[in-house]
């Protein structure tokens, strides 16, 4: 690490990347060099100053930031801050969407409103954070955010090329080359831009490419003298990168399928506004587990476990739910005994058997509709925002991992860790079934339904969260990162595959080592198809 003090006198060094369209692999990059500048000795941090993303991250002190900001800065080995992402924008549905800044809920604007009454003032909230963060570390990485050559955009942008010549940053342009057109998409970016912003991209980098190096020199050669831009790397195309994605169009590329060569089937619906996907990453790098992607009737089929998701519009997804069709599905592999069921934070919540929304929290009017029904919990939504990271162990009474709960020192609960981002409180219903009911008919009463875990917020005190079913098979969070959780998972799992007749795997790998190894992975991939000395050049620093 960087022995560096922070000094106002000299700011730390600026590079900012810029992609040719959405999803070119911009996050990827940066988080690889994150982790290369920190390798290097250097104390980098990331930067984005305005994000648009379901899937988010919660603070240390209990604020709300993109997901790719929260894992850059863990590739560099810092707390993440809202400074790294003063702005994030939050779809909601018809054109609407939760601004968020600086980690707090500030409105729900229409996009016109948003341009039109937002973007003006939002340069001070945006240089104030960039700057905070450049008086802190010693290089800050700024990520853009789609193309820099929206035409219709451009006048207000604050996210590529208006803040690369505020902040007076240099800029790498990168592009998919996997998708095809990677030279009309380059050269049709820099026909689009104005001189002096061309003038500000340094560099070229080509992502994603598969092949023979040699047949694509030709283009890189007319590239660079079509531009007089240097092609500064050609980065191969990895699969399966283990580096969490916030971006819902990364879930085009899941399985539909369950692969034949695993042993536990867990299937994960997608509503059209799933939040937090990435709940379920620890559960799909597992060996013996093929998580899928269910989002028509006829797809579930009789998994192992059913997962409903996350959702930044509960009551919506939940609508579209039955819609589809999956609502009858859901019911009829769960008739079959062989199946469980989990919900976190919106299906959690889905679970129960009313939602409410009087003070028009999600969707801008009242509502209210009838949930699934598998267990005897009542949701609210409220105005205030829970965004807080918590700690705790199972509850006394938890349905799940008796195996795993002990009350002896040598063999502790283990320990569990997540975030919760909801706005909803959910309780169990005073006046409840006595007798068992038929699954989908009817919700099971309080005296079959257990605690699941013993959580405290911050310093505040412990309280009990989740419920679930006696027997396990029907439970809820609003616990995000629940299955990062290694001992936890593992077991989980192994009480998935006991039930099938299967010896339980026991240990396998853990998320925090898993994580660091693969920032590490993607960083000398990186490393080695990228001309960093060059990029020390550009940015004013020596190698």
């Known amino acids: 690490m960087s022995t560096f003090e922070p000094s106002c006198t000299n700011p730390a060094a600026v590079l900012m990347l810029q992609g040719t369209a959405s999803d070119v692999g911009k996050s990827v990059v940066t988080t690889a060099l994150c982790r290369i500048f920190v390798q290097d000795g250097y104390r980098p941090a990331p930067f984005k100053s305005q994000n648009m993303a379901l899937n988010s991250y ?130 049709g970016t820099i026909e689009l831009l104005e001189p002096h912003e061309v003038q500000r991209i340094r560099g070229f980098i080509i992502n994603k490419f598969r092949g023979d190096l040699s047949l694509l020199q030709p283009g890189l050669d007319w590239l660079e003298e079509r531009t007089s831009i240097p092609v500064l790397g050609v980065l191969p195309f990895l699969p399966d990168i283990r580096i969490e994605a916030e971006d819902s169009v990364v879930l085009d590329k899941k399985p539909r399928l369950s692969a034949k060569d695993k042993e536990l089937d867990i299937a994960v619906i997608r509503y059209p506004r799933i939040s937090n996907f990435t709940d379920t990453d620890a559960l799909a790098a597992e060996p013996d587990v093929s998580v899928r992607y269910v989002t028509e009737v006829g797809e579930l089929g009789v998994p192992d476990a059913i997962i409903l998701p996350g959702t930044k519009d509960t009551i919506g997804d939940l609508l579209e739910l039955r819609d589809r069709g999956l609502e009858e599905d859901i019911r009829q592999a769960m008739q079959t005994g062989r199946t469980q069921l989990v919900g976190i934070c919106g299906g959690y919540q889905m679970l129960g058997t009313a939602l409410f929304d009087p003070e028009a929290v999600e969707s801008g009017l009242p509502q209210q509709a009838k949930g699934l029904g598998w267990l005897a919990l009542t949701t609210t939504f409220l105005k205030e925002k829970q965004t807080v990271r918590v700690q705790g162990t199972l509850s006394n009474h938890c349905p799940l991992l008796l195996n795993t709960a002990s009350d002896s020192d040598d063999d502790p609960k283990p320990i569990i860790e997540g975030y919760e981002i909801h706005m909803g409180v959910t309780k169990c219903v005073t006046k409840c079934v006595t007798e068992p009911q038929p699954p989908g008919d009817g919700a099971l009463g309080r005296d079959q339904m257990r605690t699941l875990f013993h959580i405290r917020r911050g310093e505040g005190t412990g309280f009990e969260e989740g419920w679930g079913t006696s027997n396990g098979k029907i439970w809820g969070t609003y616990l995000h990162g629940v299955f990062d959780n290694d001992r936890f998972r593992r077991s989980w799992l192994d009480g998935l595959r006991q039930a099938k007749g299967l010896t339980p795997l026991d240990s396998t790998f853990t998320v925090r080592e898993a994580k660091e190894q693969e920032f590490d992975r993607v960083a000398e991939v990186v490393r080695a198809h990228l001309d960093m000395d060059q990029i020390y050049r550009i940015m004013g620093m020596n190698s």
């Not at 919660?58 to 400074?83: L, M, N, S, Y």
């Not at 992402?85 to 549905?93: F, M, Q, S």
């Not at 342009?173 to 050269?187: M, N, P, Q, T």
């Open 58 to 187: 919660v603070t240390e002190d209990g604020k709300e930031i993109g997901r790719a900001q929260g894992v850059q800065a863990e590739a560099c080995g810092i707390e993440a801050t809202t400074d790294m992402n003063p702005i994030l924008i939050k779809p909601v549905k018809d054109m609407h969407s939760q601004i968020v800044v600086h980690g707090v809920p500030y409105a729900y604007m229409s996009a016109s409103d948003y341009r039109k009454d937002f973007l003006p003032k939002a340069k001070q909230t945006v240089m104030d954070a960039l700057n905070r963060l450049r008086d802190t570390y010693d290089i800050v990485l700024m990520e853009g955010a789609g193309s820099p050559a929206e035409i219709n955009l451009k006048d207000r942008d604050i996210v590529n090329m208006n803040l690369a010549g505020w902040a007076d940053a240099p800029v790498l342009l990168i592009s998919d080359i996997d998708r095809g057109g990677v030279f009309a998409s380059l050269v």
